[in-house]
C-alpha cells in the first residue's frame, strides 16, 4: 500500500534524510520534522500529533501552508486501504467515544467552559458584527461575512415562520445575537439558555443594550431542565455538543418543549459517512465532549421522539466558506491576538480553523438543518415560501 496516492508529500526527516511519497504533482506539500519522539508520535498516532506536533512547532510545513498538507493527507485517508488491525482500533475509539463521553449535565457545562468561556475580545477578532459562531449562509457566495450570517438568521426565521407575539426557545443561545434579532425584527419574545457565564453575561448587557431586556431573557441553564411550552424551538450549533448517547434525550426534549402547533429548527454540523469516531485533536484542544452527528445516528433519535421531520436541508460548503473568512480575520488581527497569547495558541487557532474548512472541502461533512413539528401540516407544502418576498436586509429596514 502507497502511502501518497493523490499528490505528493515530501519529507524531511529529523537526521536530515528527505524522501518524497507520492508522483502527481498536485496536491503537493513539504514538511520537516525536527525531532524522533514527534515521529514516533506520528506514527503511532497521526490524527492528534499531527495538530500536536505542529502546536509545538516540531513538525513544520514549508510556507506554514497547513490547507496544503490536509489537502494531501485527506485526498489520501480512504479508511477501506487500511490494514484490520487500525480499522479495529477506529471502531473501538468510535465505541469508546459513544459511552466514556458523556455529556451529563455537570460534564457538560465544564466542556462548554472550555471553548466558550474563553474572552469576547478574541471572538469579536474574526466573528461578525454579531457575534455569529456558526454556518453563515451564502446566496452568493462572494457576499461578505456580515451579510451571510444576517441571510443565515433570516433562513432560519423564515422556516420557523415566526409571527409577532410567539414565545421561542434558543436553546444554547450562545452571545444572544439570534434570540435578540427574533426578538427585534419579527416581534417574539424569546427565551435562551445556555451553559456559558461569559456568554450569558454578554447576551443579557447586549438585550439591555438594545432595548431589548423586556422581550428576552437569557438563563443558565440545561435544556434538559426546562419545563415549559413553547410555540417556537431553534437551536444553533449546539446539538454537536449533545454526544451520541443523549440524542434521543434531545429529540425527546425538543418534542416536549415544542406546542403541539409549533415548529423547531434544528441547525448542526452532520457527517455524510457512517458513524465514527471524532477526532482526538478537536476533543482534546477545542471541543472536549464534542461529536459530529451523522443522519444515521439521529434519524432514529428522531423517529422516537414522534416529531415530524417537516425538511432537511443539507448546507454544503457554505460553513467552508464561514471558516475562511474567519481565519482571514484571525490573521489579520495576530498582532491583537499575540498582546494576550502565545505563539503555541496562535499555532493551534489557525490549525483548528484550517482543519475545519478542510474538513467540509474534502470530507463528508456538511451542516442540516432540520425543521421539526408534531403536525405534518404544521409548514407549507413546498420551500416557495422561503425564497418569496422580502430579503433579510428588507426586516432591518423594516426594525428601523
Known amino acids: 500500500m502507497r502511502l501518497i496516492q493523490t499528490g505528493q ?28 519522539a514527534a515521529l514516533r ?39 477501506d486501504d487500511l490494514p484490520i488491525w487500525a480499522r479495529a482500533y477506529a471502531a473501538l475509539r468510535y465505541g ?16 462548554v467552559a472550555h471553548h466558550y468561556d474563553l474572552s469576547d475580545e478574541l471572538y469579536r477578532l474574526f466573528l461578525d458584527e454579531d457575534m455569529q459562531y456558526s454556518c453563515a449562509y ?24 415566526i409571527e409577532p407575539g410567539m414565545r421561542v426557545l434558543d436553546i444554547g443561545c450562545g452571545w444572544g445575537g439570534m434570540a435578540l434579532t427574533l426578538a427585534r425584527d419579527y416581534g417574539a419574545h424569546v427565551t435562551g439558555v445556555t451553559l456559558s457565564e461569559n456568554q450569558l453575561a454578554t447576551a443579557r ?53 415544542l406546542d403541539r402547533d409549533g415548529v423547531a429548527l434544528i441547525h448542526t454540523i452532520g457527517s455524510l459517512a457512517p458513524p465514527g469516531a ?5 476533543n482534546k484542544y477545542i471541543f472536549p465532549g464534542g461529536y459530529i452527528p451523522t443522519l444515521s445516528q439521529l434519524t432514529p ?30 490573521d489579520a488581527n495576530l498582532d491583537t491576538v499575540r498582546q494576550s497569547y502565545d505563539e503555541r495558541f496562535i499555532r493551534m487557532w489557525r490549525y ?16 442540516f438543518q432540520f425543521q421539526l413539528g408534531h403536525r405534518r401540516d404544521a409548514a407549507p407544502l413546498t420551500r416557495d415560501y422561503l425564497y418569496a418576498g422580502r430579503s433579510a436586509g428588507d426586516f432591518h429596514e423594516a426594525a428601523e
Not at 536530515?16 to 511519497?21: E, I, L, M, Q, V
Not at 451564502?138 to 420557523?160: G, N, T
Not at 424551538?233 to 434531545?250: K, N, P
Not at 432537511?312 to 481565519?327: D, G, N, S
Open 138 to 161: 451564502f446566496p452568493d457566495p462572494a457576499m461578505s461575512l456580515d451579510q451571510a450570517q444576517v441571510e443565515k438568521k433570516a433562513h432560519i426565521a423564515a422556516k420557523l415562520r
Open 352 to 367: 483548528y480553523l484550517v482543519a475545519c474548512y478542510m474538513t467540509f472541502e474534502e470530507d463528508h461533512q456538511a451542516v
Open 9 to 36: 508529500l515530501h519529507v524531511t526527516f529529523p537526521d536530515g534524510r528527505a524522501k518524497t511519497y507520492g508522483t502527481q504533482a498536485e496536491p503537493a506539500a513539504s514538511v520537516r520534522v525536527t525531532e524522533d
Open 96 to 111: 469508546a467515544q459513544s459511552w466514556l463521553r458523556r455529556n451529563t449535565p455537570g460534564l457538560a457545562r465544564r466542556n
Open 205 to 257: 448587557r447586549r438585550a439591555a443594550e438594545a432595548g431589548m431586556s423586556a422581550r428576552t431573557e437569557f438563563r443558565l441553564q440545561d435544556y434538559r431542565d426546562l419545563h415549559e411550552s413553547f410555540d417556537r424551538v431553534v437551536s444553533v450549533g449546539m446539538l454537536e455538543h449533545v454526544g451520541v448517547a443523549f440524542f434521543g434525550d434531545y429529540f425527546a426534549q425538543v418534542a416536549n418543549l
Open 278 to 282: 471524532q477526532a482526538e485533536w478537536i
Open 301 to 330: 433519535a428522531l423517529e422516537r421522539s414522534g416529531l415530524w421531520a417537516l425538511d432537511i436541508e443539507v448546507l454544503r460548503l457554505h460553513y467552508a466558506l464561514t471558516l475562511r473568512h474567519w481565519l482571514t480575520r484571525f
Open 41 to 79: 508520535a506520528l506514527c503511532l498516532n497521526p490524527e492528534l500529533a499531527l495538530g500536536e506536533c505542529y502546536m509545538n512547532n516540531t513538525l513544520q510545513i514549508a510556507g506554514d501552508d497547513i490547507e496544503g498538507l490536509l489537502r494531501v493527507l485527506l485526498r489520501n485517508r480512504r479508511h
